[in-house]
């Protein structure tokens, strides 16, 4: 385990937060900090995509989804889904 350094407010934050729900304050954080990470992983996922810097599929990779959910991400993303011929020849293999 790593410790890492939290600004008092933030942890004040998270204080009231864990009261709320019941749980741990360092539980919270580290609940809060995961859902934050997915969230950056799959918004940056979602922008090399929007560059077509990443295929569809690549895309599913690395938030590890199907093709499927991968799609309805880009959907409720409002991004337009570019998917070639070639890919889903690629796809299917």
């Known amino acids: 385990m790593k410790v890492i350094k939290v600004e008092e407010a933030i942890y004040k934050k998270a204080e009231r937060a864990s ?14 900090l995961k859902q934050g990470l997915d969230a950056l992983n799959e918004g940056n996922v979602l922008d090399l995509y929007a560059k077509r810097k990443i295929t569809l599929q690549r ?3 690395m938030l590890s989804l199907d093709i499927w959910e991968m799609i309805e991400k880009i959907k409720k993303a409002d991004i337009n889904l570019d ?3 070639e890919e889903l ?5």
């Open 83 to 85: 998917y070639t011929a």
């Open 19 to 32: 009261k709320f729900q019941g749980i741990k304050t360092d539980d919270l954080i580290v609940r809060a």
């Open 59 to 61: 895309a599913a990779e």
């Open 89 to 93: 020849v690629e796809d299917l293999r």
